[in-house]
């Protein structure tokens, strides 16, 4: 099946680091730029964070730039997101998207995972 796969999810306390990763079932990364969103219940998702092909990074929200970051394994066929400083503004169900140019709309974005879920809480 082509898709991808998120995993790295849990609870844990506030200003904690957590890292997730994504990685590609059925086809490669190598030539794809890998957004990470999320969307917290009640709310509409939210993208954060786009690497492309270069390993060049574009936050799509300001509210996670310093905190989060992004990087890739193509040996591995994976992108994590790393995110540090945790807050309880940061609990949502993490997905990520595969497209061709990090400046591509989110309706560009495809083979989405089922996403995993991050809950920061004290």
């Known amino acids: 099946q082509v898709q991808l796969v998120e995993s790295g999810g849990g609870v844990v306390q506030p200003g904690s680091s957590l890292k997730l990763s994504c990685t590609a079932s059925?086809?490669?990364?190598?030539?794809?730029?890998v957004g990470w969103f999320r969307q917290a219940p009640g709310a509409e998702r939210e993208g954060i964070i786009c690497i492309n092909e270069r390993d060049e990074i574009r936050y799509l929200t300001e509210s996670v730039e310093g905190r989060f970051t992004a990087s890739r394994d193509n040996f591995r066929n994976t992108v994590y997101l790393q995110m540090n400083s945790l807050n309880p503004a940061d609990t949502a169900l993490y997905s990520c998207?595969?497209?061709?140019?990090?400046?591509?709309?989110?309706?560009?974005?495809?083979?989405w995972g089922q996403g995993t879920q991050v809950t920061v809480s004290a």
């Open positions: 998207g595969a497209v061709g140019y990090c400046s591509d709309p989110v309706e560009r974005y495809g083979y």
């Open positions: 059925g086809f490669t990364l190598d030539y794809y730029a």
